[in-house]
Each structure stands twice: as C-alpha cells, then as structure tokens.
Nanobody, 124 residues
Framework: QVKLVESGGGSVQAGGSLRLSCAVS????????MGWFRQGTGKEREEVAV???????SYVDSVKGRFTISQDNAKNTLYLQMNSLRPEDTALYYC??????????????????WGQGTQVTVSS
C-alpha cells in the first residue's frame, strides 16, 4: 500500500524559505514520477514541480529558479526546497505519485497516490 506523508509547511514572510518533505512508503521511484502540487483558496490544483524516474525535472514557470525538487532514495523521501517565497505561493501543498509514465506530468488527474497536504502561508 502506497503512503505519502508531507511535512514542513508553515508560515513565513515574503522572501523566506521552507523545505517540504514527503515520506514515501510502498512506492518505487523507478515506476514513473512524483511531484508536488498545490491548491490555493478558490484556485485550481496546479503542478509545482515533478521529478521523473530518470531524474528529469519539471517546474511551473512561476517557481522556476526559486524551488527545487529532489529525492533521497536511501531515506525514501521527496523534498521541495522553496526559496524567495511570495504571497502568491500560499497554498495547500500535496505530494503525489503515479503509476504510468505516459501522459502529461503536470496533469494532476493522472496521479494515483496523494498525501494529506501541508499548508504554506506567505505573508507580505
């Protein structure tokens, strides 16, 4: 059974940093890809960053150069380092994993497994 548990969210001021962690069990990184998604109040869920089975990464334009996705296979943990945070980054952040390699990485509908989410709040 796949289980994803996020941690590391919190409240910071604009310009600050946070590192999100996702403890992974029951899932093989080589299967497909994993990613971080977010959903702000009244907004649709969107891709933040994805890392594929071969190490390739993808980021939504708004976080490029500020966020970094990585994984530690030994610790079975997925990370999202977030720097230079902005108020518009405020959202509930989810860790997700998928079984299939085909299809758009950014389509959250194609992800099979989800964590419970961790809140990130950035004040101006």
């Amino acid at each position: 059974q796949v289980k994803l548990v996020e941690s590391g969210g919190g409240s910071v001021q604009a310009g600050g940093s946070l590192r999100l962690s996702c403890a992974v069990s029951g899932y093989t990184y080589s299967s497909s890809c994993m990613g971080w998604f977010r959903q702000g109040t009244g907004k649709e869920r969107e891709e933040v960053a994805v890392i594929a089975y071969d190490g390739r990464t993808s980021y939504v334009d708004s976080v490029k150069g500020r966020f970094t996705i990585s994984q530690d296979n030994a610790k079975n943990t997925l990370y999202l380092q977030m720097n230079s945070l902005r108020p518009e980054d405020t959202a509930l952040y989810y860790c997700a994993a998928r079984r299939l390699r085909i299809g758009s990485w950014s389509d959250w509908n194609l992800y099979n497994y989800w964590g419970q989410g961790t809140q990130v709040t950035v004040s101006s």
